[in-house]
């Protein structure tokens, strides 16, 4: 994709803060870091998010993203991370090439997970879940 910052960064026509390279994937620093040491992994197969990826791509991300995960907790001696993928602008995805964040997380880094809207009425849970079952 020739206008895309992940292929650009694929392709070195970017500079990035790699930490991981192989022949499918690739890991470096986000340059913006909720906290030090967040990684994106990306596929170097372009796909626009989450949901477009085929199967084997989503499968080699996620063995790196365990992968590298492990090795940012150790290397800045965090708690605990996030493992998260964005999809679509109004989850804040900005960037629409398929990649998940790392993000270390501290007991006392302040950040707090997304606050509940409210449980569900009364039968909405079931119509929901029906919902969702019928189209998996
Ligand atoms: P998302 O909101 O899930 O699309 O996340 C995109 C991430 O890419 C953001 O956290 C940005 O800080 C990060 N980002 C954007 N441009 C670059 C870049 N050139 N190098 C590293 N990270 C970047
Ligand atoms: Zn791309």
Same mark, same amino acid.
């Given at each position: 994709?020739?206008?895309? *910052? @992940?292929?650009?960064?694929?392709?070195?026509?970017? =500079?990035?803060?790699?930490?991981?390279?192989?022949? /499918?994937?690739?890991? @470096? #620093?986000?340059?913006? =870091?909720? &906290?030090? +040491?967040?990684? #994106? *992994?990306?596929?170097?197969? /372009?796909?626009?998010?989450?949901?477009?990826?085929? +199967?084997?791509?989503?499968?080699? $991300?996620?063995?790196?993203?365990?992968?590298?995960?492990?090795?940012?907790?150790?290397? $800045?001696?965090?708690?605990?991370?996030?493992?998260?993928? &964005?999809?679509?602008?109004?989850? +804040?995805?900005?960037?629409?090439?398929?990649?998940?964040?790392?993000? =270390?997380? @501290?007991?006392?880094?302040? @950040?707090?997970?997304? =606050?509940? %809207? +409210?449980?569900? &009425?009364?039968?909405?849970? %079931?119509?929901?879940?029906?919902? *969702?079952? %019928?189209?998996?």
């Amino acid at each position: 994709m020739a206008d895309c *910052i @992940f292929c650009k960064i694929i392709s070195g026509e970017m =500079p990035s803060y790699k930490v991981y390279e192989d022949e /499918h994937t690739c890991a @470096f #620093l986000d340059i913006h =870091p909720v &906290n030090k +040491g967040h990684a #994106l *992994i990306i596929s170097k197969k /372009h796909y626009a998010d989450f949901l477009e990826a085929d +199967g084997d791509t989503l499968a080699r $991300l996620s063995l790196v993203a365990q992968k590298v995960a492990r090795a940012v907790k150790e290397s $800045l001696d965090a708690d605990g991370c996030n493992v998260t993928t &964005n999809v679509g602008t109004a989850a +804040g995805q900005v960037i629409f090439h398929v990649h998940w964040h790392i993000i =270390p997380r @501290f007991k006392n880094d302040g @950040f707090k997970l997304w =606050p509940s %809207q +409210g449980d569900y &009425n009364e039968g909405e849970a %079931q119509a929901i879940k029906e919902v *969702i079952s %019928q189209n998996l």
